[in-house]
């Protein structure tokens, strides 16, 4: 079976996702409303602006399947504003931003600075091979904590006496990632994803 | 910048093309706001718009008003800042890269080098290349989007006519440029550099959206929506986003009507929830027929 990834199309960089999904062969599809998510094998937040997502997933009545869905077991990949949407604690954020509290993560919106802070690098992924993975951040989130419970992948280096940040995080059917992996053409962290979505079907 | 690119985070450029064109494309799907001050710009996020335009007067009181239209006060780009946690963008004056440096030195994360503000040179846009923080410029045909792309713009609007509330200056730009994009698909080599030709724009560009079926960069739609139907048409015709002006503060109840654009523009394919959306909202924003307008802003720029 070729399985099925949904990806939150309400707001956001939704065609790279679908473009990186389509080029491992798998089937996706758009998730807009409450039956976007009927038999899907895994569901991807992509990037774009937390408060104005998580303002559409509640008129949409996407909010509550969704976290039924996520407590049931669906796999779900964040990446920077998806990231936030599933962390446990978020700050810097709005009073009344919606969390699906998937991923024990504390998280400081935009803590690597605002547009003309945000940069690429190339991380160490020891999990996904030798190869440097590249990684394009922008105004990106901050993991300030990682519960016990959550599985770091990758680290950035922290510069100036700033601590070392996890960027990559996995626990459960969750996976993060604080930069934005759709960006650029290396699809490790998508195949790993896809994995993940085998491990829960098989 | 060599011997660290291969150390794990060691190096960590900022200000790349892709970088700038990135944060464009987290916008897509969503409204772009402009906002006179803190006050509007916390309502603008309440609304759910991805990002704001801080700018002193919105475009249809600039074309009330007349005179010369410049950057903002950097007081007011401030005060925005700090009150909301979205994007600001601010505007620059066609080829006035002083005012560019004043916005960049401020921290703002997007510059719309703007048609409405009064043009500063006539002949040179701003070297869009030259700065770390992505640009935004307006365009009327896929020449122009090219011309402002070669020019290093992260990210193309439609100009429309700002400050009417009239939505067909923004249809007929979309149209011109997705029109052509379809056209040069279908285009042999050879007919690409009569293309390049007659867009007055790079062939290398040119070749780039033959391969590709689309702008290197995101093409968002700007200029006369007032309503949230307005912004479901522009979505539907292949905008990928929207900036709203006018429309929002000048109507009678503006928290209900930015709210009412982002639902529209995000279910833009969705008649009904548009239908939901668009009801009781009050008035939208006095409109202006184009014909009877005494300054046509989409002119400016070259």
């Given at each position: 079976m070729i399985p099925t990834i949904g990806v939150l199309a309400l707001q956001g960089d939704v065609r790279e996702h679908v473009l990186a999904f389509e080029g491992l062969g798998v089937g996706v599809r758009d998730v807009r409303r409450p039956d976007d998510l009927e038999g899907l094998d895994g569901l991807v937040l992509p990037g774009g602006e937390s408060t104005t997502l998580s303002l559409l997933l509640g008129s949409s009545g996407l909010f509550d399947p969704l976290a039924t869905a996520l407590r049931g077991g669906l796999p779900v990949f964040g990446t920077c504003a998806g990231m936030i949407l599933l962390a446990t604690d978020v700050r810097d954020g709005r009073e009344d931003q919606r969390r699906f509290d998937a991923i024990d993560l504390t998280i400081r919106r935009n803590g690597y600075g605002r547009q003309v802070a945000s940069f690429e690098t190339q991380l160490a992924v020891p999990s996904l091979g030798e190869a440097l993975l590249p990684a394009v951040f922008i105004r990106a989130p901050v993991v300030e904590a990682a519960g016990p419970g959550v599985e770091v992948l990758a680290t950035l280096p922290g510069t100036d006496g700033a601590p070392d940040r996890p960027v990559v995080c996995r626990q459960g059917n969750v996976l993060v990632a604080s930069f934005h992996p759709e960006l650029t053409p290396d699809r490790r962290l998508h195949r790993l994803f896809l994995d993940m979505t085998d491990e829960e079907s098989g | 910048?060599?011997?660290?690119?291969?150390?794990?985070?060691?190096?960590?450029?900022?200000?790349?093309?892709?970088?700038?064109?990135?944060?464009?494309?987290?916008?897509?799907?969503?409204?772009?706001?402009?906002?006179?001050?803190?006050?509007?710009?916390?309502?603008?996020?309440?609304?759910?718009?991805?990002?704001?335009?801080?700018?002193?007067?919105?475009?249809?009181?600039?074309?009330?008003?007349?005179?010369?239209?410049?950057?903002?006060?950097?007081?007011?780009?401030?005060?925005?800042?700090?009150?909301?946690?979205?994007?600001?963008?601010?505007?620059?004056?066609?080829?006035?890269?002083?005012?560019?440096?004043?916005?960049?030195?401020?921290?703002?994360?997007?510059?719309?080098?703007?048609?409405?503000?009064?043009?500063?040179?006539?002949?040179?846009?701003?070297?869009?290349?030259?700065?770390?923080?992505?640009?935004?410029?307006?365009?009327?045909?896929?020449?122009?989007?090219?011309?402002?792309?070669?020019?290093?713009?992260?990210?193309?609007?439609?100009?429309?006519?700002?400050?009417?509330?009239?939505?067909?200056?923004?249809?007929?730009?979309?149209?011109?440029?997705?029109?052509?994009?379809?056209?040069?698909?279908?285009?042999?080599?050879?007919?690409?550099?009569?293309?390049?030709?007659?867009?007055?724009?790079?062939?290398?560009?040119?070749?780039?959206?033959?391969?590709?079926?689309?702008?290197?960069?995101?093409?968002?739609?700007?200029?006369?929506?007032?309503?949230?139907?307005?912004?479901?048409?522009?979505?539907?015709?292949?905008?990928?986003?929207?900036?709203?002006?006018?429309?929002?503060?000048?109507?009678?109840n503006p928290s209900l009507m930015a709210r009412a654009v982002v639902e529209a523009t995000a279910h833009f394919t969705d008649a009904s929830l548009v239908a939901k959306v668009s009801t009781g909202l009050g008035d939208a924003m006095a409109g202006q027929e184009i014909s009877t307008l005494g300054v046509h802003l989409a002119e400016r720029g070259w």
């Open positions: - | 910048m060599s011997d660290t690119s291969s150390t794990p985070g060691g190096g960590r450029p900022t200000g790349t093309f892709t970088v700038k064109r990135g944060l464009a494309e987290m916008l897509r799907g969503g409204v772009i706001m402009d906002v006179v001050d803190a006050e509007q710009a916390k309502i603008a996020e309440d609304a759910g718009a991805v990002a704001v335009m801080a700018l002193e007067r919105v475009p249809a009181d600039i074309r009330r008003d007349g005179g010369v239209a410049r950057m903002s006060d950097p007081a007011m780009i401030e005060g925005i800042k700090a009150a909301v946690t979205l994007p600001v963008m601010a505007k620059a004056r066609i080829g006035h890269f002083a005012e560019a440096q004043v916005l960049a030195a401020l921290g703002v994360d997007f510059i719309d080098e703007s048609e409405v503000l009064t043009p500063a040179d006539e002949a040179h846009h701003i070297d869009k290349w030259a700065f770390e923080v992505p640009f935004v410029c307006g365009a009327t045909n896929l020449g122009e989007a090219l011309r402002r792309i070669s020019e290093g713009a992260a990210m193309i609007r439609s100009k429309g006519e700002a400050g009417t509330g009239n939505i067909v200056e923004a249809v007929r730009h979309l149209r011109s440029i997705l029109g052509d994009i379809k056209k040069i698909t279908q285009a042999d080599q050879a007919e690409m550099f009569a293309w390049a030709k007659e867009l007055q724009a790079p062939l290398g560009l040119v070749q780039e959206i033959a391969e590709t079926g689309q702008l290197p960069v995101p093409l968002f739609c700007a200029g006369g929506i007032a309503t949230p139907a307005d912004a479901s048409l522009v979505m539907q015709l292949g905008a990928e986003a929207v900036f709203v002006g006018s429309g929002i503060f000048k109507s009678s």
